[in-house]
């Protein structure tokens, strides 16, 4: 099982580097209302100044796999993998790239001969990377619907297991969307998940703005939580995009 692969950095500082680089947020808000596959996402009211506390604060409770989120080996059942706890950081960042699928209609899988067709135009995949699909499904977020009215929990379009494995021939150490699940979402079997978290190769799921994202030369960065067996965690996830 392959988790992630090591940096290193030389020349100038880290901070002089960032300089010549945009920012651009890869998450969604955790709010109340917005779509969700199981549990509710609940902000709740703990302490008060309003009410003679001298904090404010309030209790989350929250799914592990809610909003812009990631999957660690172990969310697969009977893989023998680690949890969140057992990934080192260096396995959530990397060098990105952006694979624009925006044709892809509901239902419809990524093949093979697409990815490597990507890979012809814009050079090959290298290991280490981490491959985010843009599908323009993130379009259809919104927190305004209620449970039964959710046109982003559709059909959606998703990655086919001989891409997903063939992704893993690659060496890659994190793949994701802008949509609630890696695989075609009418798909209980779920082999792209299968093709993937067994390898050691991580998922990212509901990510947004992927259309601002070149298709190489960001650096991403999307960290869970250090939850001890976690299964999954919603993160802030980043793009460092080179500016000019």
């Not at 920012?23 to 509710?40: A, F, K, W, Y």
């Not at 046109?151 to 063939?166: I, T």
């Not at 190489?216 to 993160?235: E, K, N, Q, S, Y």
Request: charged letters at 25%; proline letters at 8%; one cysteine or more.
């Amino acid at each position: 099982m392959r988790l992630g692969h090591g940096f290193i950095m030389s020349g100038p500082g880290l901070a002089e580097v960032l300089k010549g680089y945009r920012v651009v947020e890869l998450s969604h808000v955790l709010e109340e209302g917005m779509p969700r596959p199981q549990v509710p996402f609940g902000h709740i009211p703990w302490k008060s100044y309003e009410r003679g506390d001298a904090f404010n604060t309030f209790m989350v409770l929250v799914f592990e796999h809610a909003g812009t989120h990631v999957d660690a080996p172990v969310h697969l059942g009977a893989v023998d993998g680690p949890g969140l706890d057992g990934i080192p950081a260096e396995a959530w960042m990397g060098e990105l790239v952006v694979l624009g699928f925006r044709g892809k209609g509901e239902g419809e899988a990524v093949t093979v001969e697409e990815v490597r067709g990507w890979e012809a135009e814009h050079g090959e995949i290298g290991e280490g990377a981490v491959v985010l699909l843009d599908f323009g499904w993130a379009e259809r977020w919104t927190a305004e619907h209620g449970v039964e009215d959710q046109p982003y929990h559709g059909d959606n379009p998703g990655l086919s297991e001989e891409a997903a494995a063939y992704l893993v021939e690659r060496g890659v150490k994190l793949v994701g969307g802008d949509v609630p699940t890696i695989d075609v979402g009418s798909d209980p079997v779920e082999p792209a998940h299968r093709a993937l978290l067994p390898r050691g190769v991580l998922v990212l799921e509901n990510a947004v703005n992927l259309g601002e994202l070149p298709p190489r030369g960001a650096f991403f960065v999307g960290l869970p939580l250090r939850i001890r067996d976690g299964t999954g965690c919603p993160v802030r996830a980043v793009a460092f995009v080179p500016e000019g």
